[in-house]
Nanobody, 123 residues
Framework: VQLQASGGGLVQAGGSLRLSCAASGGTFSTFHMGWFRQAPGKEREFVAGITRGGSSTSYADSVKGRFTISRDNAKNTMYLQMNTLKPEDTAVYYC?????????????????WGQGTQVTVSS
């Protein structure tokens, strides 16, 4: 499966963005999926995960209550709605397919990484 993230941009603190992850070349509805992010000088970290049917989700503590992960299997697309953005949310955001568990925090438990989309939050 090939994944392409989009929707990033520059936003002021307190603002919102919605990221999209378009999938092609695979049966999207059979994959658990996740979002990760990587800030400059830091390791890539788990942001959110969602089961193949969308019934269960998991979030990093740092984004819980502000971000919402969702998916539309009919459109082969996953989303990340980001509200109340903070400067510390600035990073390149990646989508990926879970190898097994949608809520694993380990980068190595995900694959088919998309190209990433830059999110910059100004203070």
């Amino acid at each position: 499966v090939q994944l392409q993230a989009s929707g990033g941009g520059l936003v002021q603190a307190g603002g919102s963005l919605r990221l999209s992850c378009a999938a092609s070349g695979g049966t999207f509805s059979t994959f658990h999926m996740g979002w990760f992010r990587q800030a400059p000088g830091k390791e890539r970290e788990f942001v959110a995960g969602i089961t193949r049917g969308g019934s269960s989700t998991s979030y990093a503590d740092s984004v819980k209550g502000r971000f919402t992960i969702s998916r539309d299997n009919a459109k082969n697309t996953m989303y990340l709605q980001m509200n109340t953005l903070k400067p510390e949310d600035t990073a390149v955001y990646y989508c990926a397919k879970a190898n097994r568990f949608y809520d694993s925090r380990a980068e190595t438990d995900f694959g088919s990484w998309g190209q990433g989309t830059q999110v910059t939050v100004s203070s």
